[in-house]
C-alpha cells in the first residue's frame, strides 16, 4: 500500500524525486503521510480535494482484504 501510493503522487507531481512515503503502524490502523514539494501540493489536493480524495479511496480499496483501516495524510 506504500508503494501504491508513492507510484501515484510520483505519476501526478512534477518533482517525483520529492515525494516521500512514511507509514506509521498501529494495532487497528495504518497511517500513510505522503510529502510533496510545496509547488507540486495544489495538484495532489486538487479542486475542492478531489484528487486527494480518489487517492484515498484507491488506497483503501487496495487494503480491504487486510481488514485493517487506512488513513492517507497529506502533510507539507
Keep these: 500500500m506504500k508503494d501504491l501510493l508513492e507510484l501515484i503522487a510520483k505519476n501526478i507531481v512534477d ?3 520529492e515525494v516521500k512515503v512514511t507509514k506509521v503502524e498501529g494495532s487497528q490502523s495504518v497511517i500513510l503521510e505522503l510529502e510533496v514539494a510545496d509547488e507540486d501540493m495544489g ?3 486538487g479542486k475542492k480535494g478531489r ?3 480518489a487517492i484515498r479511496t484507491v488506497v483503501k480499496a487496495a487494503v ?3 481488514k485493517k483501516r487506512v488513513i492517507v ?3 507539507q
Design 43 to 45: 495538484k495532489v489536493i
Design 64 to 66: 480491504t482484504k487486510k
Design 15 to 17: 518533482n517525483p524525486s
Design 51 to 53: 484528487i486527494a480524495k
Design 73 to 75: 495524510e497529506i502533510i
